[in-house]
Nanobody
Framework: VQLQASGGGLVQAGGSLRLSCAASGRTSSGYVMGWFRQAPGKEREFVAGISWSGGSTYYSDSVKGRFTISRDNTKNTVYLQMNSLKPEDTAVYYC???????????????????WGQGTLVTVSS
């Protein structure tokens, strides 16, 4: 599975961005998708995850209520809608695929076999 993340940019606090992650390659088999982020000097952290069907979603406490993950399997694309952005949301955002699961998105980066290249989100105060 090859993943291509896009949609990052510079936004003011309180603003919104939508990230996209397009998958290619092995897309006929189902898999869980996740979004992670990594700020300078910090470890990569789980942001959100979604089951293959899209029926189950998972969020970190820091983004719950502000971010929404969704997917369109007809387009092989996963989205992360980010609202009410804060300066502490500034990071490189990565999408990832866990091809061994269909439902549960684990928050552990090591569970994901495939990663996109990352897209930078900068939130100014």
């Amino acid at each position: 599975v090859q993943l291509q993340a896009s949609g990052g940019g510079l936004v003011q606090a309180g603003g919104s961005l939508r990230l996209s992650c397009a998958a290619s390659g092995r897309t006929s088999s189902g898999y869980v998708m996740g979004w992670f982020r990594q700020a300078p000097g910090k470890e990569r952290e789980f942001v959100a995850g979604i089951s293959w069907s899209g029926g189950s979603t998972y969020y970190s406490d820091s983004v719950k209520g502000r971010f929404t993950i969704s997917r369109d399997n007809t387009k092989n694309t996963v989205y992360l809608q980010m609202n009410s952005l804060k300066p502490e949301d500034t990071a490189v955002y990565y999408c990832a695929a866990d091809v061994h699961k269909l439902v549960t998105a684990t928050p552990l980066p090591s569970a994901y076999e495939y990663w996109g290249q990352g897209t930078l989100v900068t939130v100014s105060s």
